[in-house]
C-alpha cells in the first residue's frame, strides 16, 4: 500500500494558488465544488485566505442557445485576449451534463487550442443536481482564479435558462450571442435575457450568411433601442458581427469590454455594481443556509403541516405560525 | 361623546358572515387588509373559524392590460352568473391604487350596475406598499367571501406584472382578456401570462372591430397549438369572442368556466390544485414571517455584514455563517 498523500493545509493552498500552481487551483475548485462537509470546510478557509486578492480581473459573461459556437466563439476570443499578454481563466456551466469523478467527460476538448494555450486556464462546471448551488460553486471558483492572477475570467452558460441571471450577477460584462436569421423564438432566447446583455454579437457573419449577419446586426440595433437598459447607465448596447473562420470582429469585441470597463470605472458603476452583487451572494448564501438549516430541524413536522393544509384541516397562516414556532422553540432548547 | 362601539368577537363575526351580513364581510375584509396587530389577530382568529365552510366557489382570476375591458367584461359577465341564480363576488386589485381609510376612491363606481346588484359583492383591494402581502391579503379576502355563501369568486387583476402569478395560484380558472388588432408586444402581455390562461376571450368583438376579433380569435388559437398547457391537463384551452355592448360571448364563457370545472373535477385535477395551491401559501405564508422574524431579530447586524461584504472585507459566504449562527443564537438566549 502507497501511504496517503497529506493533503495540503489551507495555507500552503493559497500559498500555491497566488504562485500560479495550476494543479492547486484544480483542485481547490473541485473542493469548491465538493458537497462533502470537510470539502467544504477547506475550501471555505481557503476562500477567506485568498479573499484579498480577488476582485482584480475583468469578470465577463458569455450566453448564447445551443449551436451559436459559444465555444469557438470563446477560443478565438481567448487567443485575441492571450495574444495582448493578458491571462485568461474560462468557467464552463453546463446544465445538462454531471460530475463524473470531479471532471466531465469530453468537454475539454471542446476548445483545444485554448487548453494547450499556457496563458489560458478552462474549466467545465457541471450543474449537477444541487439547487441554486451551482452559482455558488461557479462564482467561488471565479475567486479562486482571481486569486490565481488571471487578468480575465470568461463564465460560458447555456441562454436557455435561469442559469443566465446568476451568471449576470457574477460578472462585470455580460455579452449575448446571436444567431442571424433566426427570431428571437427560434433560438430560444427569452426576452429578459436580452435586456441583460451588455453587448450582441451575431456569430458566423461569414461566407454567404455575411449578409443577413450584417442585417441581423441592424434589426437588433433597432431592437435594442426600445429596451432601455437600467442597469449600465448611459451605455448604449452595441451589436457586433464576428466570425471565427476569418477573425474578424474579435478586436472590435474586446475593445468593446474594455470600452465599458473604463466608462462604467469611471463613472462609479462599475465598483456599486460589484458592491451590490457582493450584498446579493450574501443574501442567497444566507437564504440557501437558512433552508438548510430548516430542512436539518423541522422537515417532518413541515411536511405533516403541508398535509393537513392541503386537506384543508389547518390554514395556511396558522400553519405557518406553527412551523415559525416550532423552529424557534427547536434553536431554544438546543 | 358617544360611547365607543364594541368589536364584535370572532364568533359573532363568524356567524354574521355566514349569515350573509354584507356590513361584516366588509368588515372582516378590512381586517385582513390591516396591518395592525390586533386586527390580523382578530382577522385569522376568524380565518380559523370560517375555515371549514370556505372552498365550495368556483375560483376565477380574470387579467387583461388596461383598456381591454376588464370591468364592463366582469360587469357583463357577473349579470349573466346573477341571472343564473347565483351569487358572486368581485375582488379587484389594483397594483397602482393605495388604500384610503379601507376604501379605494372612486373604484366602486367602475361596476355601476353590478355594484347595486343584491347578488353581487364587490370589494377593491389596493395593492399598497407592502411587499408580498397583497396576494395574501386577496386569497384571505376570497376565503372570507367563500364563507359568506357566494357561489362564485372572481379575482380581476391588471395583466402586466407579478400578481398574474400570485392570482393563477388562487384560482381554479384563470381567464385571459385580449384586444383584436393588437400584438402581443403592443397590449403589453407577457409570454407567461398567455401560456397560464386557461382560456382566452377577444373583448369588444362588435361593430367594425368584430371581423378583426375573428381573426385574432383564429391566431390566437394557432398560436396556443405551440404552447402546451402542463397544467390543465387533456384540457385545449379555447380562444372565444366577446362584445359588452350585444352581450354574445358571455353564454359561452361561462360555459367554459363550467365545461373546465366538471372535466378537472372528474379527473381529480380541480382537487389536485387546490391541494398545490394550499400548500404553496402555507410556504409563501412562512417565509413571510420567517423573513419577518430575521428583520425582527437580527437586522442590524445584518445591514452591517452587507456593508462588510461591500466592501470585501468578508466573504458572502462567511458573512452568511455568521447571520445564521446569529439568528440561532438569538432564540437561543431568548
Redesign the interface.
Same mark, same amino acid.
Given at each position: 500500500m502507497t501511504p496517503r498523500k497529506a493533503r495540503p493545509t489551507p495555507d500552503q493552498f493559497a500559498a500555491g494558488i497566488r504562485e500560479g500552481n495550476r494543479v492547486l487551483l484544480g483542485q481547490a475548485i473541485t473542493l469548491v465544488e465538493s458537497t462533502l462537509p470537510a470539502d467544504q470546510e477547506l475550501a471555505?478557509a481557503l476562500?477567506?485566505r485568498l479573499?484579498?486578492y480577488?476582485?482584480n480581473a475583468i469578470r465577463m459573461g458569455i450566453t448564447g442557445v445551443p449551436g451559436v459556437g459559444k465555444s469557438t466563439f470563446i477560443e478565438t476570443l481567448g487567443k485575441h485576449i492571450t495574444n495582448q499578454g493578458k491571462t485568461l481563466a474560462v468557467l464552463t456551466i453546463d446544465p445538462s451534463s454531471r460530475l463524473t469523478g470531479g471532471s466531465i467527460l469530453g468537454d475539454k476538448t471542446r476548445m483545444e487550442e485554448l487548453s494547450r494555450n499556457p496563458h489560458a486556464f478552462i474549466r467545465p462546471t457541471a450543474a449537477g443536481d444541487a439547487l441554486g448551488g451551482v452559482a455558488?460553486r461557479t462564482r467561488?471558483a471565479m475567486l479562486l482564479c482571481e486569486a490565481a492572477g488571471y487578468d480575465v475570467i470568461i463564465v460560458e452558460t447555456v441562454g436557455v435558462g435561469q442559469s443566465e441571471i446568476s451568471v449576470r450577477n457574477m460578472v462585470d460584462f455580460f455579452l449575448l450571442l446571436m444567431l442571424a436569421g433566426a427570431g428571437d423564438e427560434l433560438q430560444g432566447i427569452k426576452?429578459g435575457i436580452m435586456e441583460m446583455a451588455d453587448a450582441l454579437v451575431i456569430t458566423k457573419a461569414d461566407g454567404e450568411n455575411k449578409k443577413a449577419a450584417q442585417e441581423a446586426r441592424g434589426a437588433y440595433t433597432q431592437a435594442l433601442h426600445l429596451v432601455a437598459s437600467p442597469l449600465a447607465n448611459e451605455w448604449t448596447v452595441p451589436v457586433l458581427t464576428a466570425s471565427a473562420l476569418t477573425g474578424d470582429g474579435f478586436d472590435e469585441t474586446w475593445a468593446t469590454v474594455e470600452r465599458y470597463c473604463d466608462h462604467t470605472r469611471a463613472s462609479g458603476f462599475f465598483q456599486a455594481t460589484r458592491?451590490?452583487q457582493?450584498?446579493n451572494?450574501?443574501?442567497?448564501?444566507?437564504q *440557501?443556509? @437558512?433552508q438548510a438549516?430548516l430542512q436539518a430541524s423541522v422537515q417532518a413536522l413541515r411536511s405533516s403541516?403541508?398535509q393537513a393544509?392541503?386537506?384543508?384541516e389547518?390554514?395556511?397562516?396558522?400553519?405557518? *405560525?406553527r @412551523?415559525?414556532q416550532a423552529?424557534?422553540?427547536h434553536?431554544?432548547t438546543?
Open positions: 471555505h476562500l477567506e479573499l484579498p480577488t476582485g455558488h467561488e426576452k458592491s451590490r457582493n450584498i451572494w450574501f443574501n442567497d448564501y444566507f *440557501l443556509l @437558512l438549516d403541516l403541508e393544509v392541503a386537506r384543508q389547518l390554514s395556511s397562516h396558522e400553519a405557518a *405560525l @412551523l415559525l423552529y424557534r422553540d434553536h431554544r438546543l
